[in-house]
């Protein structure tokens, strides 16, 4: 079972809510040929309408109990988050040390990411940007340093002491260089896996296919279709991966990040492989999911329009050091940029 959090608790509860609204066209879609049947027919529905209605009140009632029952353990966990400011930042990397042997990747680095900001991580091959990636979610172990995030509960979490798969579930998700969908599987059912983390039904539901079960699988297959509606990709939902464009599968990678509620998406060279009229559509994707997500994106990127045009804070390294960190017009006039990354004199 999952630590009993203030998170966990409010998430459980906007679920069992969006469940009771969306209730009556669950029902209505599983009759669907019922009624359809009746209504060519020519027969009285009413019996099989009050049928529908009497099963959506029962559920509705199940999830206001259940709500009941959380909105106390909530009450109670609230008063310790209360008593915290939350954090300005959500993301605070202090003196960050990854060395391989005798080479030092990243060497001594220190930054801030403010919540809700567009971040950008810059410099030349080799200067240690996907390092910093690895090391903040746990794939490197940093040699020394301090990784310390700040979730939406006002929780303090130091990301060195996480495990690798569990980063995920403190609000923490990131993308490749290259695109990792499963060809095999529609777009939907791509959508659908990557809320795994989302599932709070055990291994006993899991076995029977429990009521609660197929309440969380509505739930996430209705969440999976309006974060594809929103970004334009709905039309693709039934389609395989294998044989789309290339900035399509580009842009569904970006629509899987948000199936697990992210406070922060870090993204790894999104615009890699992409032409111009493709860099310029993701662009627009990413702001729209900062504003309308309430996410935090932290990227590293090499396309220097895209990271001009979109980001709020830069920061730029060069072999593992800091160079400069500033908003774009600081950083395009810094001279030692300029002269690292930029082509200065």
Known sequence: MPKLTYELVADRIS???KYMILVESRYQAKYANQIKILEIRKKDKSLL??????????EKKIMAKENNRLNKKLISLKKANDSVELNDNILQVQNLLMQFGG???????SFNV???EIFGLIGPNGAGKTTVFNCITQFY????GDINYYSSNNETIDLKTIKVHDVLKCGIVRTFQNVELIW?????????????????????????HSKKLKREEYLIEAKAIEVLKRLDLLKYKNLIPLGLPYGILKKIELARTLMSDPQLIILDEPAAGLNDIETQELAKTIKQIQKDFDCTI?????????????????????????????????????KDVQQAYLGGD
């Open 103 to 109: 080479l030092k990747a990243v060497n001594d680095l």
């Open 49 to 58: 309408l009050k049928k529908i209605a009497k099963k959506v009140e029962h």
């Open 141 to 144: 172990q940093a040699t020394s």
């Open 184 to 208: 095999e599987l529609s777009i939907l059912d791509n959508m659908k896996v990557a809320s795994h983390t989302k599932y709070y039904s055990n291994l006993f539901d899991q076995i029977t």
């Open 15 to 17: 679920n069992n809510e």
């Open 298 to 334: 932290f990227l590293v990127e090499h396309d220097m329009g895209l990271v001009m045009d979109i980001c709020d804070t830069i920061c730029a390294i060069s072999f593992g050091k800091m160079l400069a960190i500033g908003n774009p017009s600081q950083i395009q006039e810094n």
């Open 114 to 116: 403010k919540r809700g």
